[in-house]
């Protein structure tokens, strides 16, 4: 038997672990121990949404502090779990909450700046999801793909300020996000501008 690769269950557990949230919301709405269903579900896809965006940005802080690659493998998965919860996170208010009424969705966005910003966000993850398979990294090509994921920046911190925007008493959580959101992102720029090593001049 040939030796088993290190971390080979790696991106299943993780998916498993990202889908582990969604299968207790279901349980506790079948169980109709919520008060307010729409309201918490709505609440907890959000979170979920910034809590997986907010992992898939450690993983390459993870690998710049303690030069462990593993994380790098999963950042894909992170990724799109974040799109996911965000995509349900918009369907119940668009559904639910808005009744699929898109003038009432283009009043709310007017009127309440924190949904826009939220609005932002998601449809910035969008076509990073689209973007995620390897046939159209494949098309687009590494350089313009890296650019495009970029973005990915602007969604964390617009995912943060509606959040923070979103909680009108206690604004520690959100406060605590946006902490790790900056650290993460610092951790990122002061490696950007360490000044690079030299290559070596060849030898006569």
């Known amino acids: 038997m040939g030796k088993a690769k290190p971390f080979q269950w790696l991106k299943q557990g993780i998916f498993l672990g990202g889908m582990l949230p969604l299968a207790i ?44 690659t593993w994380p790098l493998r999963v950042r894909k998965m992170l990724g799109l779990l974040s799109f996911f919860y ?16 898109l003038a009432v969705v283009f009043e709310d966005l007017a009127k309440r700046p924190f949904i826009l910003i939220g609005f932002s966000a998601f449809l910035i993850l969008i076509p990073l999801a689209i973007t ?19 973005l990915v920046y602007a969604a964390g911190i617009l995912g943060a300020v509606h959040f923070f925007m979103r909680v009108k008493l206690d604004v520690v ?32």
């Not at 269903?37 to 802080?61: I, K, R």
């Not at 995620?132 to 970029?150: F, M, P």
């Open 173 to 204: 959580e959100p406060l605590i996000y946006g902490g790790v959101l900056a650290f993460l992102l610092g951790v990122r720029l002061i490696a950007w501008l360490k000044p690079k090593p030299s290559a070596r001049p060849a030898a006569n």
């Open 86 to 101: 965000a995509f349900m996170h918009f369907s119940l208010y668009f559904i639910v909450s808005q009744e699929a009424n």
């Open 25 to 68: 919301l279901l349980f506790r709405y079948m169980s109709g121990v919520m008060t307010d269903p729409a309201a918490e579900t709505l609440n907890q896809f959000g979170m979920l949404a910034l809590l997986c965006l907010l992992s898939s940005l450690a993983c390459t802080p993870m690998r710049l502090l303690f030069g462990w």
């Open 132 to 150: 995620s398979t390897n046939r159209r990294i494949a098309r687009l090509g590494a350089a313009r793909w890296q650019k495009l994921h970029r």
